[in-house]
């Protein structure tokens, strides 16, 4: 299966963007194709936590196939401030998000995404959900 991975240095702590990653509601807020989230246990984010996932549709014609995201999302792994891993069941996504600070002490993130070859993942996937994560957790300017 194809491999994709994208780094970058996200705007907030590390502990900022876990408390983020903890909170299941925000994964639409920063995974592409998904609209709707919900956690079917308390401890959302803890290996074997299953979250009911809803992708977004689009009546837009696209060339492009996107993934539908639509299931049930496992959390396989979690170190906590550190890396989590999770597998988009229907779709065989399985993706690692690895958090570290820097010497600013901002959270240095890499996500690998390892999907089927015709299931809409491409090269730019992990680097659109990097940058829609860091958007995210952006601190409010004022």
Known sequence: MPRYAASRVLPATVDAVWAVLGEPESFADWWPGVE???PTVRR???????????GATSSKPSLRRRPQMMGDLLVIDVEPSSRVTFQLVSERIDAELRLEP?????????????????????RAFPSDALSKLAALVRPPTG
């Open 44 to 54: 959302a984010l803890a290996p074997g936590a299953l979250w009911h996932v809803e």
């Open 36 to 38: 709707r989230v919900e």
């Open 102 to 122: 820097t010497e600013d002490g901002d959270a240095a993130a890499t996500l690998t995404v390892e999907a089927p070859r015709f299931a809409g993942v491409g």
